[in-house]
């Protein structure tokens, strides 16, 4: 899977669970426009999901390295985050981002 393929079914996953209405759909414009314009800056952008960590309270816990190059500067990056999801009733409620495992494991609650 790419990392494109995988961000995109991430979004779909969290923003399929807005109302098309009010202000959930802003919501859901704001998000599309604001990866856009992040994906514009990068060439050669690759996703990679490393690890999923089952939390209490309905929550999973991704680590994810993603590496790329910036369109204009050619400079090559690789830097590694977390992704903590909320799934209630089938479905993503809430997004978490961490760049720190310990700071991600916490709000998980869980320990090394």
């Known amino acids: ?66 590496t790329g190059r910036g369109r204009q500067s050619g400079v090559p990056i690789e830097y590694h985050y977390f992704q903590l999801f909320t799934i209630r009733d089938g479905k993503v409620r809430k997004v978490e981002f961490f760049r720190h495992r310990a700071d991600a494991l916490e709000a998980a609650g869980l320990s090394e």
């Open 1 to 66: 899977m790419s990392g494109y393929q995988y961000l995109a079914g991430v979004a779909a996953a969290a923003l399929g669970t807005m109302s098309p209405n009010g202000p959930e759909r802003l919501a859901r414009l704001e998000s599309i426009a604001s990866w856009e314009q992040y994906r514009s800056a990068w060439a050669d952008v690759a996703v990679e999901p490393l690890e999923f960590i089952e939390a209490p309270d309905d929550r999973v816990l991704i680590s994810i390295r993603q």
